[in-house]
């Protein structure tokens, strides 16, 4: 099994629906992120959680929200998807001082 | 605001030509250079870390270095199992976040 593990690998969705990413690790790390990658614009940063009570904004938050489950389990839902949505999202854990560890991403595409 | 420009954004080579990609930044005080590779439909995986300048870090045929103002990801002899994109990003002291760049896309002919 993938250290980091995002469902579903490819969505798409109509405008105005409701959606969620969801992400597990098995890493045992307590800091987790969601970002989202569009072309010429890089990895951008949309909300990151250091335990289960600690939910932060990054940088692209608006019309995002997420959960913490568990210290494994972190989701990232849009209320009500639009068609700039479309985009490539990564789930990560941080192993404090030694980098990122990625999931293999959820294209999702908004009609 | 922290930033991070990668140069070229598309480098094309012949196998065993080796080359050297450039990723500039402006930071309030570095805690971290990071470099990662990207697969087509992948996430990035983690390559190095550099903390400071003329620290340098080498896993087969790549090398990292950091300066003051930039890093470079020399690559030698490279084979076509080295395509891939190429991610730099930094982490400000003090920031939880990390800041990439846009990645160089780099393809290795055979």
């Known amino acids: 099994d993938a250290d980091v593990t995002q469902t579903p690998r490819n969505r798409i969705t109509k405008t105005g629906k409701r959606i969620m990413l969801e992400c597990s690790q098995t890493?045992?790390?307590?800091?987790m992120y969601w970002y989202r990658q569009d072309p010429g614009l890089g990895l951008r940063l949309i909300y990151y959680s250091f335990d289960v009570k600690d939910i932060n904004k990054g940088e692209i938050s608006d019309g995002y929200s997420v959960s913490r489950q568990a210290q494994a389990k972190f989701s990232l839902s849009l209320e009500s998807a639009i068609p700039n949505q479309t985009a490539l999202y990564f789930c990560a854990t941080e192993d404090r001082g030694n980098g990122y560890t990625f999931g293999s991403g959820t294209r999702l595409t908004v009609v | 605001e922290d930033q991070v420009t990668q140069s070229p954004e598309a480098l094309r080579l012949q196998e065993g030509e080796s080359s050297s990609l450039n990723c500039s930044y402006t930071?309030?005080?570095?805690?971290?250079l990071f470099w990662y590779r990207q697969d087509p439909g992948k996430g990035p995986e983690f390559l190095f870390t550099l903390y400071s300048a003329g620290e340098e870090k080498e896993k087969e045929r790549l090398k990292a270095t950091l300066t003051k103002k930039e890093s470079f990801l020399h690559i030698t002899a490279p084979k076509p199992e080295d395509s891939a994109t190429y991610l730099c990003a930094v982490q400000a002291r003090g920031a939880q976040k990390l800041v990439f760049g846009q990645g160089t896309r780099l393809t290795i002919n055979p």
């Open positions: 930071v309030s005080g570095l805690r971290g």
């Open positions: 890493k045992g790390h307590d800091r």
